[in-house]
């Protein structure tokens, strides 16, 4: 297949992801939505340890460069997606389901039991692009301390809890 290839992400790879990151969340503000808290992108370090556990994958498109990534840790016997971001010209062409197909496989591969994920319910490019993956939400009443964590973290960063959810794609053999 041509076009931009996935891979694991490098050292080199990491200052890179900032602009990347951002250049996502202008999706949000050009939908009328802009992020909740307007926080900067994560800094290089913050990707490091994630990088280091081989759970950083980028979209590499030469000569261009890098026009997306996905970010993950292994937690709860799965993978747990922190970001996915594709630069905002490189968007609605598939590359993002790339990136999480790619992800997906992988993670099938080393026999994880499942991908979680925090997410928007109601924003098209959000819930809705991750039960088309086979994502389901998760009930609040089978949320596992660490997701009930990063949700409550995210309600304090300002983002309504009304709005957002929890999502599982359990792995099958």
Same mark, same amino acid.
């Given at each position: 297949?041509?076009?931009?290839?996935?891979?694991?992400?490098?050292?080199?790879?990491?200052?890179?992801?900032?602009?990347?990151?951002?250049?996502?969340?202008?999706?949000? @503000?050009? &939908?009328?939505?802009?992020? /909740?808290?307007?926080?900067?992108?994560?800094?290089?370090? *913050? +990707?490091? $340890?994630?990088?280091?556990?081989?759970?950083?994958?980028?979209?590499?498109?030469?000569?261009?460069?890098?026009?997306?990534?996905?970010?993950?840790?292994?937690?709860?016997?799965?993978?747990?997606?922190?970001?996915?971001?594709?630069?905002?010209?490189?968007?609605?062409?598939?590359?993002?389901?790339?990136?999480?197909?790619?992800?997906?496989?992988? @993670?099938? &591969?080393?026999?994880?039991? /499942?991908?979680?994920?925090?997410?928007?319910?109601?924003? *098209? +490019?959000? $819930?809705?692009?991750?039960?088309?993956?086979?994502?389901?939400?998760?009930?609040?009443?089978?949320?596992?301390?660490?997701?009930?964590?990063?949700?409550?973290?995210?309600?304090?960063?300002?983002?309504?809890?009304?709005?957002?959810?929890?999502?599982?794609?359990?792995?099958?053999?």
């Amino acid at each position: 297949m041509s076009g931009p290839i996935v891979r694991q992400a490098r050292p080199y790879d990491l200052s890179r992801l900032g602009a990347i990151e951002a250049s996502g969340a202008q999706t949000f @503000a050009a &939908a009328g939505d802009p992020l /909740a808290d307007g926080s900067p992108p994560a800094s290089p370090d *913050a +990707w490091r $340890a994630a990088m280091e556990a081989g759970c950083v994958w980028v979209l590499d498109d030469p000569p261009e460069g890098l026009i997306g990534f996905l970010a993950g840790e292994l937690a709860e016997h799965g993978l747990y997606i922190a970001e996915i971001d594709v630069v905002m010209d490189h968007q609605r062409k598939g590359h993002g389901r790339r990136l999480m197909q790619w992800v997906i496989g992988w @993670a099938k &591969a080393k026999g994880l039991a /499942a991908l979680t994920l925090t997410t928007f319910r109601d924003v *098209a +490019w959000n $819930a809705p692009f991750y039960a088309s993956l086979g994502f389901v939400e998760i009930p609040a009443c089978e949320l596992s301390p660490r997701l009930i964590g990063i949700l409550e973290n995210q309600a304090a960063r300002g983002f309504d809890p009304r709005r957002r959810c929890a999502m599982r794609l359990t792995l099958e053999d």
